[in-house]
């Protein structure tokens, strides 16, 4: 799985969709700092102030910049169908434990609460 500063690389100096939009940022970084695209690693890029500018203006010419659009409330994304499938399976496996667990708590085999030891008792009295 590539990192966050191979793909920070790959957005700003290799990924040819954005070419020309590259180009773009780098003259402007050159104009602000004095750097060209060599002297640059993503990470320090996008924490030098003298930067800001150029790469907020790279980011909004590009689709990078987009968004996920917000969904309806009626309407579910694929990530909450997902997640809302995950949940109905682990509720299925866990029903069974759970039903045994009600059974023992109406026979009083598994009290919820258990007495308090008596030298707990003691120690609330001094």
């Given at each position: 799985?590539?990192?966050?500063?191979?793909?920070?690389?790959?957005?700003?100096?290799?990924?040819?969709?954005?070419?020309?939009?590259?180009?773009?940022?780098?003259?402007?970084?050159?104009?602000?700092?004095?750097?060209?695209?060599?002297?640059?690693?993503?990470?320090?890029?996008?924490?030098?102030?003298?930067?800001?500018?150029?790469?907020?203006?790279?980011?909004?010419?590009?689709?990078?910049?987009?968004?996920?659009?917000?969904?309806?409330?009626?309407a579910?994304?694929?990530?909450?169908?997902?997640?809302?499938?995950?949940?109905?399976?682990?509720?299925?496996?866990?029903?069974?434990?759970?039903?045994?667990?009600?059974?023992?708590?109406?026979?009083?085999?598994?009290?919820?609460f258990?007495?308090?030891?008596?030298?707990?008792?003691?120690?609330?009295?001094?």
């Open positions: 799985m590539p990192t966050p500063e191979a793909d920070g690389e790959h957005l700003l100096k290799g990924c040819p969709k954005w070419r020309k939009q590259q180009r773009t940022l780098w003259k402007e970084v050159w104009k602000e700092t004095g750097k060209g695209r060599r002297w640059w690693k993503a990470h320090e890029i996008f924490a030098d102030r003298r930067c800001s500018q150029a790469v907020l203006n790279f980011l909004a010419s590009t689709e990078v910049r987009k968004t996920a659009p917000a969904a309806d409330e009626d579910r994304s694929e990530a909450s169908e997902w997640e809302l499938r995950e949940r109905a399976e682990r509720e299925e496996e866990r029903r069974p434990e759970a039903e045994t667990l009600g059974r023992g708590m109406e026979r009083e085999e598994h009290p919820l258990l007495p308090n030891p008596p030298f707990m008792a003691l120690a609330g009295e001094e």
